[in-house]
């Protein structure tokens, strides 16, 4: 693990590599033209692999250090934390990402609507920037959770930018968004990492908690209604396969 301000560059770095996924989503949104249900599929799984992440690489690290009260607080307090401030966003009802399931207003019928998906997908982005500082200061790079977090990404872009451009925005609005968001996240990930480090175990724990807590939020009111929404019938299935992947890429990784 580094120090310093090396150490800053290097969570920054890790932060990047976990967000690298929003990039890819909104790209291939961008010259692709998938259908709905397929939007829905992809984002099933990765429904089910921030679950995973959530559960298996978050909360059940929470769980062994602080125990499980501490941890079970945590877990309810960060997830309140999410849908408290996803609630308080202007027009948060209709901030869903996918066009189908809920057509993203445009700027002409309602302004400032642009800036509230923005904030609303800013919003998504720092549960998994804590978590992930915190977890490089703890342990160091683990290469099993930035892959989840990137494959996570993905579908949440491919969907938002479909909606985009259902919604009339432009590839120039829809890039800088998301290159924004991606190095927000990378920032905030340096944060975390810099200003968390030397909190204590318990402390920490509670933390991680915390963080698995929001990111339960997330999957559970911005990504599994979008992927359960006149997607495939085998939804819950993709959601399984997702979760069961992390579980074989941390054994094949550790």
């Known amino acids: 693990m580094s120090d310093g301000i090396m150490g800053v560059v290097w ?5 990047m590599a976990a967000t690298s996924g929003v990039l890819v989503g909104a790209i291939l949104a961008l010259v692709t033209d998938f259908r709905h249900r397929t939007v829905a599929a992809i984002m099933s799984l990765g429904a089910g692999v921030l679950l995973s992440v959530a559960s298996i690489q978050v909360a059940s690290e929470a769980l062994m250090l602080a ?25 948060a009802r209709d901030r869903k990402r ?9 700027e002409a019928t309602a302004p400032g609507s642009g800036t509230s998906i923005a904030i609303g997908t800013a919003l998504d982005a720092v549960p998994e920037a804590l978590v992930l500082g915190i977890t490089l200061r703890v342990g160091g790079p683990d290469v ?18 479909t909606g985009m451009r259902h919604a009339a925005r432009s590839s120039a609005y829809v890039l800088s968004l998301w290159c924004g968001i991606a190095l927000g996240t990378a920032v905030i990930t340096a944060l975390a990492f810099s200003l968390l480090g030397d ?22 009111e911005t990504m599994i209604p979008e992927a359960f929404h006149n997607g495939p019938r085998y939804s819950g299935v993709l959601a399984a396969v997702g979760f069961a992947a992390l579980i074989l890429l941390s054994e094949l990784v550790h």
């Open 11 to 15: 969570a920054f770095c890790w932060g």
């Open 67 to 91: 125990g499980a009260v501490a941890a079970g607080i945590g877990i309810i307090a960060g997830a309140a934390t999410f849908s408290i401030a996803n609630a308080a966003l202007a027009a």
């Open 98 to 106: 996918c066009g189908e399931c809920k057509s993203q207003p445009t």
């Open 144 to 161: 099993a959770l930035v892959a989840a977090l990137a494959l996570s990404n993905l579908p949440e872009a491919l969907s938002g930018t």
């Open 199 to 220: 909190i204590g175990p318990n402390a920490t724990a509670i933390v991680m908690a915390y963080g698995a807590g929001a990111l339960i939020a997330m999957a559970a």
